[in-house]
């Protein structure tokens, strides 16, 4: 069951965490400029656009704000779709992935199948800062992590757990898993399990002097094969930016932008002088183009069978996003007030 009790108990343990964490790699704040700031994020990312803003506001480093605002959601027990309580891997693990891009720098960082830490997306940061490498994964990731003083904490939360414990009991009817009465099972998992359940935070940031910082975080697609990596932690498919140009990143179905590299898409589509909103349905077509090809991605209208939305926010500040499919939205700071806003789609339904 849910239990008030626990959840402040992770709440308390992950809230200390969280501090020391996010120092790790953090940089001193600057004057601020006199440039208007833009901060984005994706649909659950309200608390990530006023907490980045805040700390553009003070003169933080675009991407150390960024990383902060996505830090609010990876520590939220509540949310399934990043860090801690994020749903795990179909053996019940929790395995995450994250990335950054620094603009000022042309710096990026990631880990990918990282276990038992809160913030990847900070560790993803001293990647880029404390080696000559990228890309991190798996034990080395969390050994690396380990190394730089992050702590360890058990990411699955007991909701997390009771989901993946009924899917695993129902999902295949010829194995020797036996489900709980019908009757029994709370209603948080049954809505939970009603849709393939995805979910990710991307956030990009322009600061006062027109720097970006971008970063995308995630635990995958639930109940993923062990050692699946998405999109989320590979430069160029599930963020990218230049920082003369804009910043982009996204959510969905990782495969399909590691197929079309699809956030450097929409980068270079801006670089070529669209509007983010144009960059962004431009890059929808091309995955709806290119991944009907494969029958097993392919509806029976002949659309592409999985959604993928972007998010992205040129040099000059304006932004957009936009998905294959109807219902994606995105969180925006300019500045003065933070909202949720509706995001184009390629298709009507
Ligand atoms: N893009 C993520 C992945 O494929 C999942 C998601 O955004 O829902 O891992």
Redesign the pocket.
């Known amino acids: 069951m849910r239990s008030a009790f626990n959840r402040r108990r992770f709440m308390g343990t992950t809230a200390a965490a969280s501090l020391g964490t996010l120092a790790i790699g953090a940089s001193a704040p600057k004057p601020v400029g006199d440039k208007r700031p833009i901060v984005i994020a994706s649909g659950n990312g309200l608390r990530a656009v006023e907490k980045a803003m805040d700390l553009v506001h003070k003169g933080s480093d675009p991407l150390d704000a960024a990383i902060e605002g996505v830090a609010i959601v990876e520590a939220d027990p509540n949310d399934h ?1 990043v860090g801690l309580g994020g749903l795990p891997n179909e053996e019940g693990v929790v395995e995450l ?1 994250a990335a950054v891009m620094h603009g000022p720098t042309h710096g990026g960082g990631s880990v990918a199948s990282i276990r038992n830490i809160v913030h990847p997306a900070a560790v993803a940061r001293v990647v880029m800062q404390r080696t000559r490498h990228c890309l991190l994964v798996g034990e080395g990731a969390l050994k690396f992590a380990r190394a730089h003083g992050f702590p360890e904490v058990n990411l699955l939360t007991d909701e997390a757990r009771q989901i993946w414990l009924h899917w695993k009991e129902t999902h295949d009817s010829n194995d020797d898993w036996l489900p709980a009465p019908k009757e029994t099972v709370a209603a948080f998992i049954r809505e939970t399990l009603a849709h393939r359940i ?3 935070i991307h956030c990009s940031a322009l600061d006062t002097h027109g720097d970006l910082g971008c970063t995308t975080t ?1 635990s ?2 639930a109940f ?1 094969i062990p050692g699946r990596v ?3 932690p590979i430069l160029g498919a ?1 963020l990218y930016l230049d920082n003369e140009v804009g910043s982009a990143g ?6 399909a ?1 590691l197929l079309n590299l699809a956030s450097y898409l929409v980068v270079e589509g801006m670089r070529r002088g669209l509007h983010p909103k144009d960059a962004i349905m431009e890059t929808c077509k091309r995955i709806a183009t290119t991944s009907v090809r494969d029958p097993g991605r392919r509806r029976s209208d002949g659309k592409t069978s999985f959604g993928v939305s972007f998010y992205a926010v040129n040099k000059k500040g304006e932004y957009a996003g936009g998905s294959i499919y109807p219902g994606g939205s995105m969180a925006v700071h300019d500045g003065e007030t933070a909202r949720v806003i509706g995001c184009d789609a390629l298709y009507d339904k």
Do not use: A, F, R
């Open positions: 779709s992935d995805t979910g990710t995630t995958g697609l993923k998405g999109d989320s599930g996204s959510t969905g179905l990782g495969e932008n």
